[in-house]
């Protein structure tokens, strides 16, 4: 071509620079070889502004022209024309191929939109339109041509030899104008097969949404290549379209199209599930459940997050009742039983569709459903509804009236919401099946790996056990050792699934991208708000916080992106860090609610509100812990926190959150916070500061229970006793009965030991009346010790045991409480008093719950316990083993403690002089009376009679008692008297309480005796 305008002007051997002059080129080419007059010319290239001298710039354009391209332009009295033939005019010539049928070389001439040099000239625009058009048109007849060459050789690919229209490439694409050859400004890569021809074409109907041969054609390519779904599709699409822009229906090329997608054979009459790929692991009850439902209802729809295993449980339930299997609780599906749907199980997939009632129509092959589907009482089974839900709504409402027997059994991840429909919530796994699944896919990724509990658990437990999280998951065990998976599980988003995983499948911020794309701004806004909650919140909540409405929110939960359960609305972790953002002004309004939050409660938690009190706290956890990593004021914050962590033992939460808000405070608190700043110190082992020493609130009241190892002050008798006398007149019962408590509790612990109970049995009968179960546990622990302390181990057991079911319902059995666990005080007792069996039932239960809580002090003090009930029952073997182990730990215990285990290990050990030279050097300075009486006594059984004694009448002083009701403690001196004879056993009991320091007494009777087991 000497010439070139279906594109940027083309000159062959020229470069035609300036606009002017290419546009005169242009509309010279337009008519070549015929003349153009002067004012034609003039009108076509100066439209609106026509130069002072027309004439004369007219023929400075032709010199330029000439001197660019010699040889073109020829001149007339009249005009000018273009001096070549017109078949060396690549427009003129594309006409002609076009008209010949040689679509493919007419197409390739194209490399651009036509005229482009002159498009802002008024003379070009219907010239253009018409060569646009006529490309248009050409380049149907040529897929057109393309597509029947391909059906004809029966493959999805094109004979070797023609097909020039092949040269045609998506990467000169235009927006505007759908695809241009490149000709040769490069190497076109050539679309081939009948992927290539649907390619080309969804191209085309995207830049041409009304050009019907197009979608025609588009129709046709998807029903060759059995995507009859697909076809009928764009069918409801243009359909659509045209009535809504337009108002007309479809063409006679569209109506032909449509019926050919719906002509073939007659659907088997089995129905179309696929085959199952992979086993199904976790959710037999759910198969069981829901099959049951089909038994009562037409309508179940299967509801949940993306990514729950909805269209899996789906194809399983219509499996097992496809083939008849009887189904019973807990069971699976048991093939084999005959037939069960006689009119087939159809699935229906509506990810990738656009219509329901045209997916319909593809798989059954019919425009006319109704009478299809009647007297055949099929199951269909439609998936993935949510981005089509009123359609989904009508269509099966509609369907469900008009045919009787018909069962639909629905996935979605929000209700359809019609009359007669039953929903089965599809949620996250629980633990144990979500472990199940995680093994079976990594054996699969990953043969022979070995995949312990604890990393097991923890996989499941990030992923929230949504399976296909966890499927994901185990897909990368192929490539990664399982540590650096753990260490990735918080990019979960990421993980990617296989090859032919659907691309909203692909990954969980795929899964997640198509339930947020299908929510309106308001919810999206909302779901980013709720993000700030930790474990979920109350509407009240939401409501102060976010500002969210009842709508709003129920609107979330029908779409499973959050869930209700009792009053609460909570958030898988995967979606809040899919939705999460930057909220300071939410942050701080949740602060300052659940600061105030727990200021409200903590006057309840003295009160017989205080089991409901506790309740809404312990639901609140997370967001209280949040609200004081986030609070401007955290002092303020952590206040109310301490009253409810003491109640519950939760020392290494004291310890811990005491430390990060003194890190934050520094170390001057600000004015009227010297209270929590002084609390808050003692916790971390600072000592009572003035604030605190003066206060009555609760937890200053109970400073002593804040260290995680209570080291009293060493003014704390005198300082207790003081808050005593002040205290008794006060106003409120439940701080005059808790300052006798704490009085009693640091008397018997700190003082003389006698009088405890006075203090302890007027703070029990106060508790009772104010209805307070905390108070009323902790003066019967306390009551129990002083019975222990005079040795009667039947009155201390009935003790422990009564307040049983309050320290239940304060924060169960299992958890430590106050100084010592309930489990393990009363296993001890239960042991001490003669109730082996009792106390292993009892030590048991303790061991399970110090395992779970992962507390290293709490499990050596369980095992030194059963240690000694080892001992007692006569296996001193595995007592050493067990004692050994504990003191072997080094866990944080109490001194007392550590001695203790001292103690009993030497009654175990072949050289027991050892641990009792240990316990006494703990002993030393040690203000606990009772536990200096108790290793003296513990050193008094290996010594020779006149100094055992000496140390039992030490003991006895130490005790604050009289003769001792422990049964060993009695033998023990009945051998004394039996070696010295009353007389002298009374003067060297006597003389015990007068030794300065026993304990230097008992380690220098050790080293002179010779102590052997």
């Known amino acids: 071509m000497r010439v070139g305008i279906l594109g940027p002007l083309r000159v062959a051997g020229g470069e035609i620079g300036g606009a002017r002059v290419r546009a005169l080129l242009v509309r010279l080419a337009l008519d070549p070889g015929r003349v153009v007059t002067a004012d034609r010319l003039i009108d076509d290239l100066w439209p609106d502004d026509a130069p002072a001298h027309p004439t004369a710039a007219l023929q400075s354009l032709v010199s330029r022209a000439r001197r660019e391209a010699p040889g073109l332009i020829s001149s007339h009295p009249a005009g000018y024309l273009l001096d070549v033939p017109p078949g060396e005019v690549d427009a003129w010539a594309f006409e002609r191929l076009a008209r010949d049928g040689e679509a493919g070389r007419a197409l390739a001439l194209w490399r651009g939109p036509a005229l482009a040099d002159a498009a802002e000239l008024p003379f070009a625009a219907g010239p253009a339109a018409r060569l646009e058009e006529l490309r248009l048109t050409t380049l149907a007849t040529r897929i057109a041509t393309d597509l029947t060459t391909l059906q004809s050789t029966g493959r999805n690919g094109f004979p070797d030899a023609g097909l020039d229209a092949l040269r045609v490439t998506g990467r000169n694409r235009s927006p505007d104008a759908g695809l241009y050859a490149v000709g040769d400004q490069g190497a ?50 243009i359909r659509t379209a045209l009535a809504t822009e337009l108002g007309v229906d479809p063409g006679p090329e569209l109506r032909e199209a449509h019926l050919a997608a719906l002509r073939d054979d007659e659907p088997a009459a089995g129905g179309n599930l696929p085959a199952r790929l992979t086993s199904f692991v976790g959710r037999s009850e759910d198969v069981a459940q829901v099959a049951r439902q089909l038994g009562t209802a037409r309508l179940v729809t299967l509801v949940g997050p993306g990514g729950a295993g909805k269209t899996r449980l789906a194809v399983e339930v219509a499996a097992s009742l496809e083939t008849g ?34 997916a319909l129509e593809a798989v059954f092959m019919t425009t006319d459903l109704v009478p299809t589907l009647r007297g055949r009482a099929p199951l269909i089974v439609l998936d993935n509804c949510e981005h089509l839900i009123d359609e989904a709504a009508r269509v099966a409402r509609w369907l469900l009236s008009e045919v009787a027997g018909l ?21 996250p796994l629980p633990e144990q099946p979500a472990r199940e699944l995680l093994r079976d896919r ?57 090859r032919t995983s659907e691309p909203r499948h692909r990954t969980l911020r795929a899964v997640i991208d198509w339930s947020w794309n299908l929510l309106s701004e308001r919810e999206r806004e909302l779901l980013r708000g709720l993000t700030v909650f930790s474990g979920g919140a109350t509407y009240e909540a939401v409501a102060k916080i976010c500002g969210g409405d009842l709508d709003l929110l129920s609107s979330l939960v029908d779409k499973s992106l959050i869930a209700f359960t009792g009053d609460r609305y909570t958030m898988l972790e995967t979606i809040r860090r899919y939705a999460a953002a930057d909220l300071p002004g939410l942050r701080r309004a949740h602060a300052r609610y659940y600061t105030e939050l727990a200021e409200t409660a903590e006057p309840h938690l003295r009160t ?56 934050r405070v520094g170390d001057t608190p600000p004015p009227g916070r010297e209270l929590a700043y002084g609390l808050c110190l003692a916790a971390t082992g600072g000592g009572l500061n003035e604030a605190v020493r003066a206060s009555d609130h609760p937890a200053a009241l109970n400073a002593w229970a804040l260290a995680t190892v209570m080291e009293p002050p060493e003014d704390v008798v005198e300082l207790t006793e003081r808050g005593v006398a002040e205290l008794r007149g006060h106003p409120d019962p439940w701080t005059r009965s808790t300052a006798l408590l704490v009085g009693g509790i640091v008397r018997f612990e700190y003082g003389t030991v006698a009088g405890a109970e006075d203090l302890l049995e007027p703070a029990l009968a106060g508790f009772r009346a104010t209805g307070d179960r905390w108070g009323q546990w902790a003066a019967l622990y306390w009551l129990s010790l002083v019975a222990e302390n005079r040795g009667d181990f039947a009155a201390a057991v009935a003790l422990g045991e009564e307040p049983e ?192 320091e026993p304990e230097k007494y008992a380690l220098s009777a050790l080293a002179s005796a010779a102590v052997e087991r």
């Open 407 to 427: 069962r639909i059994l629905a996935t979605s991840r929000e209700p359809l919401d019609i009359p007669g429909e039953r929903l089965h919530q599809v949620l």
């Open 188 to 237: 076109a890569e050539p679309v081939t097969g009948l992927d290539g021809l649907v390619a080309e074409l969804e191209g085309l109907v995207a830049a041409h949404p009304l050009r019907e041969p197009f979608h025609a054609l588009l129709m046709r390519a998807l029903t060759a290549g059995g995507r009859r779904a697909g076809a009928l599709t764009v069918f409801e699409r």
């Open 325 to 358: 299997a009887e189904l019973g609780a807990g069971a699976g599906p048991r093939a084999g039983a005959g037939p069960g749907v006689p009119g087939g199980v159809w699935l229906v997939e509506l990810a990738a569709v656009t219509g329901v009632r045209a």
């Open 805 to 996: 079911r309050a320290a239940a319902e304060l924060s169960g059995l299992e958890t430590p409480l106050g100084p010592m666990t309930f489990l393990l005080r009363l296993g001890q007792l239960k042991a001490r008093a003669g109730d082996h069996v009792g106390a292993a039932e009892t030590l048991a239960r303790a061991w399970t719950a110090a395992v779970r809580s992962e507390d290293q002090g709490f499990m050596a003090r369980v095992m030194h316990a059963r240690g000694e009930l080892a001992r007692r029952t006569g296996d001193r073997d595995e007592a050493a083993r067990l004692l050994e182990a504990a003191l072997a730990m080094e866990a944080e215990v109490s001194t007392q403690c550590r001695a203790f285990m001292h103690v009993e290990l030497a009654r175990v050990s072949r050289a027991p002089a050892g641990p009792l030279r240990r316990a006494l050097e703990l002993m030393a300075g040690c203000s606990d009376r009772t536990a200096r009486a108790t290793v003296l006594e513990g050193v008094a059984e290996h010594l020779e009679p006149r100094p055992a004694a000496r140390l039992l009448g030490a003991a006895r002083a130490l005790r604050g008692i009289g003769e001792s009701a422990d049964p060993y403690v009695r033998r023990l001196t009945r051998r004394c008297e039996q070696a010295l004879g009353p007389d002298r056993l009374q003067a060297a009991l006597r003389e015990g309480p007068a030794l300065p």
């Open 608 to 663: 017989g509100a205080q089991l409901t009190w506790l309740a809404v706290l312990d639901a609140e956890q997370g967001n209280l812990d949040a609200a004081l990593r986030h609070t401007d004021d955290p002092l303020r914050a952590v206040l109310p926190r301490f009253w409810p962590w003491i109640m519950r033992g939760r020392r290494r939460e004291i310890t811990e959150r005491s430390a990060e808000v003194l890190a």
């Open 442 to 498: 990594a054996a699969a990724a990953r043969p022979g790996l070995r995949l312990d509990d604890a990393d097991a658990a923890r996989i499941c437990r990030e992923l929230d056990g949504i399976p296909l999280a966890i499927e994901l998951a185990a897909a990368r065990l192929r490539t990664m050792p399982v540590p650096v998976l753990v260490e990735q599980l918080g990019d979960r988003l990421a993980f990617r699934g296989g």
